[in-house]
């Protein structure tokens, strides 16, 4: 029954008996609205109870993976728990009942609580100036792009290249193309870095910046990274930071004082806004003295008590969203960053690496570790060998792990890992899930070796099984038909 849909569940008419007899004369609807705004067949929504409607979506929820059923170890991702806090926060009515288009002097307390995000996001990352506009990460990216590129134009540059490296996230090299730039790779070293000797042989007078994941989607911390900095500014270009990894970095490391122009800050991720599904999530784009005439309008600003909307802001690159970017989501990672203060914060990043690093130590030996170097917030492993030795894949043991209650980790990013699992626990699992997590896949690489189709045909104890994606992707349905 629970894997029915709603539509399906329709019993014709359902008895209703809460509204009392009418007391009022009975209008036509034909006599209140315009012919143009009535309905000619009826809509053909389901009818059932109450408590089969509830009974409906609570069981549906439970048939989905998410982070409030168990731990969802996406590298990259940041999964976090989100605290309960945040949604108490975010539909407070005075800011739930906000209209967008409501005079300056009656969201007061929406644009302090704008304006006190961009004050804390700018001191956590070291920036000059910040705007919160950017719907997600790429949006962010795609933001930071325009404003190297236009800052150069101004400068009256030709720079149309961004080097970005072999192990960066898919959107790093979209954003370039949709920000109309091209994309010039650079190579990692055999520890996983930036190959310096690399870099320094693409550096030239057509390079417009570098656009750099730090921490790397290796969950290394870019060693060399002042030089980097360096090499690039000399050569004219400005630096990049795909800033979706902070959560490493938070109260320890200031992005701004690596020489860093511009990055983005992934809400969504470091600072706790649910996430998975679509969004939506926001991604502020905080930047240096080189880029702060450059940022979106507009942005928040205060004059003696009075905040405003700032439009002054000489080369802007203009409006990136309707309207002043995800405002709830604003909510909830103001709402993180207070309860949790800078001792806090600092926490964060610090139980996120011990985290981490306890769990690497934990699966030791059962899968490679290609690049060994001490990882910061998440690692990648390889189940490359495996493969060659049992013909069981990546693929195979992220299906698998699901029959454990677990949720896969990343799988096949970063591309320049083969078979890759890419696994973040983030700071808010205890000891006892990461324990379960590692014994749970050692069990699993111990299957693979004595009964490899038992994976090959996972899983077997979800809703449904291995679901064939491709044909999901080529034959999507979307539309319920009611006939
Ligand atoms: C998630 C992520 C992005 C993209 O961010 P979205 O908010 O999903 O658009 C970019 N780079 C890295 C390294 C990421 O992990």
Redesign the pocket.
């Known amino acids: 029954m629970y894997k029915k849909l709603i539509f399906e569940l329709d019993r014709g008419e359902v008895e209703q008996n809460y509204f009392s007899e009418l007391d009022v004369p009975e209008e036509e609807l034909e006599d209140l609205l315009p012919p143009s705004a009535l309905r000619r067949e009826p809509i053909g929504l389901p009818e059932v109870a109450e408590n089969e409607v509830i009974r409906h979506f609570i069981a549906l929820s439970t048939l989905n993976y998410h982070v409030d059923k168990g731990i969802y170890p996406l590298g990259?991702?940041t999964m976090k728990y989100n605290p309960k806090v945040n949604e108490d926060t975010s539909a407070l009515p005075g800011f739930a009942g906000l209209h967008p288009l409501q005079p300056e002097e009656s969201v007061q307390g929406a644009l302090q609580l704008m304006y006190e995000l961009q004050e804390l996001l700018k001191e956590i990352v070291g920036m000059r100036a910040i705007t919160l506009q950017p719907a997600?990460?790429?949006?962010g990216?795609l933001t930071g792009c325009l404003m190297i590129r236009k800052y150069h134009k101004v400068r009256g540059q030709a720079r149309n290249t961004m080097l970005v490296p072999d192990s960066a996230?898919g959107?790093?090299p979209a954003s370039v193309t949709i920000a109309g730039m091209k994309t010039l790779e650079v190579k990692s070293d055999d520890r996983g870095l930036v190959d310096l000797d690399d870099l320094k042989a693409k550096l030239g007078p057509d390079v417009a910046g570098l656009m750099l994941?730090n921490p790397s989607?290796l969950g290394i911390f870019e060693e060399n990274i002042l030089e980097i900095s360096e090499l690039v500014h000399e050569a004219g270009g400005l630096m990049y930071m795909?800033g979706?990894?902070l959560n490493a970095l938070l109260g320890i490391v200031r992005p701004g004082d690596l020489g860093f122009d511009v990055l983005h800050i992934?809400l969504?991720?470091t600072f706790s806004v649910p996430h998975g599904g679509g969004g939506p999530?926001s991604?502020p784009v905080a930047v240096s003295e080189r880029l702060k005439d450059f940022l979106p309008v507009p942005i928040v600003s205060r004059h003696e008590d009075k905040y405003f909307w700032d439009y002054e802001i000489p080369h802007s690159i203009g409006k990136m969203l309707t309207f002043w970017g995800n405002f709830a989501a604003l909510v909830r990672a103001y709402t993180y960053i207070r309860m949790h203060g800078a001792e806090g914060l600092r926490r964060i990043a610090e139980t996120a690496i011990l985290n981490a690093n306890y769990l690497l130590k934990r699966l030791e030996g059962a899968l490679e570790l290609p690049f060994p170097t001490r990882p910061m917030h998440e690692f990648v492993l390889s189940a490359h060998s495996l493969m060659k030795e049992t013909g069981v894949k990546t693929l195979d043991i992220a299906k698998r792990l699901l029959d454990f209650g677990v949720h896969a980790p990343t799988i096949y990013f970063p591309l320049v890992v083969k078979e890759a699992l890419m696994i973040e626990p983030t700071e808010s699992e205890s000891k006892a899930m990461l324990d379960y997590f590692a014994t749970t896949l050692r069990h699993i690489v111990q299957e693979a070796k004595e009964d490899p189709q038992l994976l090959k045909e996972a899983p077997h104890a979800t809703p449904v099984g291995r679901l064939n994606e491709l044909k999901a992707n080529k034959e999507l349905v979307v539309r319920w038909h009611n006939k």
């Open positions: 990259s991702c997600a990460g790429a949006h990216e996230h959107t790093n994941t989607t795909d979706a990894n992934n969504h991720k999530g991604g």
